[in-house]
């Protein structure tokens, strides 16, 4: 069938994250961006919704939510209508344990999974993206090189999120010009974390360069096995969580930006009541609503099983053009207030900016 | 239900029906009544006939019981079904589409406000031998948008009502009045100074006295389709020829008058979406498969600094299309879940005619002199295109209702 309703379950799931966010993620936020500091209080109990321990199968320690990566989407939107920072520092974890999920052996699922189901925030992290322009997930410049029962790792990595305190690491390299993933514990001599990343916007989270100088894990770290990874099956499901997030932040622009607009008044009446305005807001409401849809369809479809890498780039390429310009628009309905650090906007125009750069930076 | 994106196999089948008709029948086709304007597209409709008035599309099913209870009769996936057909015979060609038999418009008025009698009475020729057409006429040369502006009236005289009055742009009126027993519910007011109130809807079957085709209008696109002036003269209609109340009370709270019959633009919206999509598509497929003959795959994910602008292009228009075809779905799918659907419809109605119109004009620019050359449907599908971010409520006017319904605010608050 053809149908938009979710299911009860997920609408619990939805109400209770929503909650969370408006409770415990709006009080917050404004000073975690001020501060660059993770408010690790809040975080903490993000993590014990219960999110990705949800989407783990039974098997393995988890829920096993019987739609994952849709449940999942409605989740992540209502994390991204909290805070983009929170909701990436709430779902790091993800990062490392759904490629596991979806790619790793049997073996390194059972080592691996039942940790994440834990109420403690389990301390590990992925590093995808390289700090170069011509950045490509599919041809990377970090390789990983065979030696006898051993890989051997080179090269630098970037928005590597909490890698500070993180213990085990997903990374990513090149082995034969193919995106393989592998598994690295702290302290492995050759990996070096850098300095702390300087961005544009989630400032709350802590990001850092990585620097990969020969580093040698036993071959079984390879994620996969001898299989390895398809890295754009997982990208697909980097590609949804990104769309989600961002139809959430655009959803809280859009809503602080009309009820701002109907207290406004200028020229004698509320600023909404004038069609400019009125139309930018309707056309946001449209463009969040259209994209909400897609990202479910992608989502959907990746539940079924089916490839659909065309309907997860098309969704998340539409999520970060409509997330700008509903920010963008948000902004420009404040006015001179917009562009004041004392309101939200002016951050979550530059959050949305980051969707475009955060390839594999959140997953469901 | 839990959210889900399979097509049903019983739409599956009938949209194979439609595409079937929409290859062999619409599309050889296509290109001739696009140059031979205000042809009659016969092979269509004598090929969609003996299925629609076995099926009808919209409306019509109300007469087969007239008890009012069709609402709780029809299938739950009406609404989805239908904008499937519609989009499917878009693709094929918009204006033969246009020229579907049926009550279309006219009869999604009847539907709406019509008595369970007056249901029977006018919608039953929909179902007959002949192929017959129902029509709707609000629009005036002084009023469109503002649809409160019609100066056409309705007197009472005895058994009877007189109209008097230019209707303009009406779809499908020479079919309804001049190649069918069709019928046209006609706006007129009957009480000038009632506003909104007076407004009422009749029913003017063919062969009245005093009722005239005066003009086709020469457009853009669809030209299969016949937009028709028709000339009011002393047209003397019976009495019972009005649907809902003849009585001048101001609409709060009642479903039946100048407000209900507002309400067919919600089931009718989403068809408009569905058919400007089936357009959309069109285009789309047809840019993809030419590229392709060039060698130009769509690299979905490859990275920016790779992608061509062509192949970002087509991209957007895939994503946009997309996105407007949810919507229109969502908006079908309320319906036949019987949730209102009035944001929702417009919504799909601003997506789906903007994105029509973006991906079209995009398509001429992106094939260059194959756009351009009318020996290539391009240029065809962006003139048919435009007409659906103006009929059934411009862009704006659709824009003007979601504002509306998120603000909460009333047309006095809004203008
Ligand atoms: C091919 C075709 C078929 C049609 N079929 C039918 C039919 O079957 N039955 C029927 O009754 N009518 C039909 N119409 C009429 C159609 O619905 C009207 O043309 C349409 O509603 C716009 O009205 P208008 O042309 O008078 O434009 P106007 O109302 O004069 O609008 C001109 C411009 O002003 C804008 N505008 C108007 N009011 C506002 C506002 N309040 N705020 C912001 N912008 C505004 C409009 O969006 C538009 O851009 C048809 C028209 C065409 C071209």
Redesign the pocket.
Same mark, same amino acid.
């Given at each position: 069938m053809i149908a938009f309703s979710p299911t009860e379950e997920q609408t619990l799931i939805a109400e209770t994250v929503k909650r969370f966010a408006r409770e415990r993620m709006r009080s917050v936020f404004r000073e975690a961006e001020e501060s660059s500091e993770l408010p690790w209080e809040v975080v903490n109990k993000g993590w014990q919704l219960g999110l990705l321990s949800a989407a783990i199968p039974e098997d393995y320690g988890g829920l096993g939510d019987a739609q994952p990566t849709v449940t999942g989407a409605l989740a992540a939107e209502e994390l991204g209508w909290g805070d983009l920072a929170l909701a990436l520092a709430i779902m790091v974890p993800g990062l490392v344990a759904l490629p596991i999920l979806y790619a790793g052996t049997e073996e390194q699922k059972r080592t691996y999974l039942p940790r994440f189901s834990d109420e403690g925030y389990p301390k590990v992290t992925a590093a995808l993206i390289e700090p170069r322009f011509r950045f490509d997930p599919a041809a990377l410049e970090t390789t990983a090189v065979r030696q006898g029962n051993e890989y051997v790792l080179s090269g630098r990595k970037a928005y590597v999120p909490l890698a500070a305190g993180a213990e085990l690491f997903l990374i990513y390299a090149a082995e034969k010009g193919q995106t393989q993933a592998f598994l690295v514990e702290r302290g492995a001599p050759g990996l070096t974390v850098g300095e702390r990343e300087r961005l544009m916007g989630v400032k709350a989270l802590d990001t850092y360069e990585l620097a990969l100088d020969g580093v040698r894990v036993p071959a079984s770290a390879r994620l996969g096995g001898d299989a390895g990874i398809d890295i754009n099956r997982l990208l697909n499901h980097s590609r949804v969580a990104l769309a989600a997030l961002a139809v959430g932040l655009a959803r809280g622009a859009y809503e602080y930006a009309l009820e701002y607009a109907k207290n406004r008044v200028a020229f004698g009446e509320p600023i909404a009541q004038r069609?400019s305005i009125a139309f930018m807001l309707a056309e946001m409401a449209i463009e969040i609503e259209g994209v909400r849809l897609s990202t479910w369809e992608a989502a959907w479809r990746l539940d079924q099983g089916e490839e659909a890498t065309r309907e997860c780039v098309l969704a998340r390429q539409n999520a970060n053009a409509m997330a700008l310009m509903v920010a963008d628009r948000a902004v420009q309905i404040l006015g001179g207030h917009g562009y004041i650090r004392e309101y939200p906007v002016e951050l979550w125009l530059r959050n949305a900016r980051g969707f475009a750069t955060f390839d594999g930076l959140a997953m469901i | 239900m839990p959210i889900e994106f399979k097509t049903p196999g019983a739409i599956q089948q009938v949209v194979s029906m439609a595409q079937m008709v929409a290859e062999q029948v619409m599309r050889p086709k296509a290109a001739y009544y696009d140059e031979h304007e205000h042809e009659i597209p016969w092979e269509y409709i004598n090929m969609m006939w003996p299925i629609v008035s076995q099926s009808p599309l919209l409306g019509a099913d109300d007469s087969r019981n007239g008890h009012g209870e069709a609402e709780r009769k029809r299938s739950p996936i009406t609404n989805v079904r239908l904008i499937h057909i519609v989009e499917m015979l878009s693709w094929g060609d918009a204006g033969q589409y246009l020229c579907t038999p049926g009550g279309n %418009?006219g009869a999604a008025a009847i539907a709406a406000v019509g008595t369970p009698e007056q249901k029977r009475r006018f919608l039953s020729r929909f179902q007959g031998e002949k192929p017959a057409w129902g029509?709707?006429?609000?629009?005036e040369p002084q009023? !469109?948008?503002?649809t409160s502006a019609i100066k056409t009236t309705a007197v009472r005289d005895g058994d009877f009502w007189v109209l008097n009055g230019e209707?303009i742009?009406?779809? !499908? !009126?020479r079919l309804a009045l001049e190649e069918s027993n069709g019928l046209v519910v006609v706006w007129a007011t009957v009480d000038p100074k009632a506003g909104r109130a007076g407004m009422k809807p009749f029913v003017v079957e063919a062969g009245t006295p005093g009722v005239t085709v005066t003009k086709l209008?020469p457009?853009l696109g &669809?030209r299969a389709?016949d937009?028709a002036s028709i000339l009011l003269q002393d047209a003397r209609i019976p009495f019972d020829h009005i649907l809902g109340s003849p009585e001048v009370i101001s609409d709060t709270g009642g479903e039946k008058g100048f407000k209900g019959a507002m309400k067919t633009f919600d089931a009718t919206r989403p068809i408009v979406a569905a058919s400007a999509l089936g357009i959309a598509r069109a285009t789309i497929e047809y840019v993809k498969h030419l590229l392709n003959q060039e060698g130009i795959t769509i690299r979905y994910g490859a990275p920016l600094h790779q992608l061509s602008a062509v192949e970002l292009e087509v991209m957007d228009m895939e994503a946009q299309h997309r996105a407007a075809w949810l919507l229109t779905q969502k908006a079908a799918w309320m319906m036949d879940m019987g949730l209102n659907n009035n944001l929702e419809a417009s919504m799909c109605k601003v997506k789906a005619g903007d994105a029509v119109t973006r991906i079209t004009q995009k398509a001429v620019e992106i094939l260059g002199p194959l756009g351009y050359s009318r020996a290539h449907p391009v240029e065809k599908w962006m003139r048919d295109a435009k &007409?659906n971010d &103006?009929?059934?409520?411009? !862009?704006?006017?659709n824009r %003007?209702i979601v504002a509306r319904r998120i603000l909460g605010y009333t047309s006095r608050e809004l203008?």
């Open positions: 069609q | %418009l029509a709707m006429a609000m629009t009023a !469109g948008s503002d209707k742009f009406c779809t !499908g !009126g209008e457009k &669809i389709s937009t &007409i &103006i009929f059934e409520g411009t !862009g704006q006017i %003007l203008k």
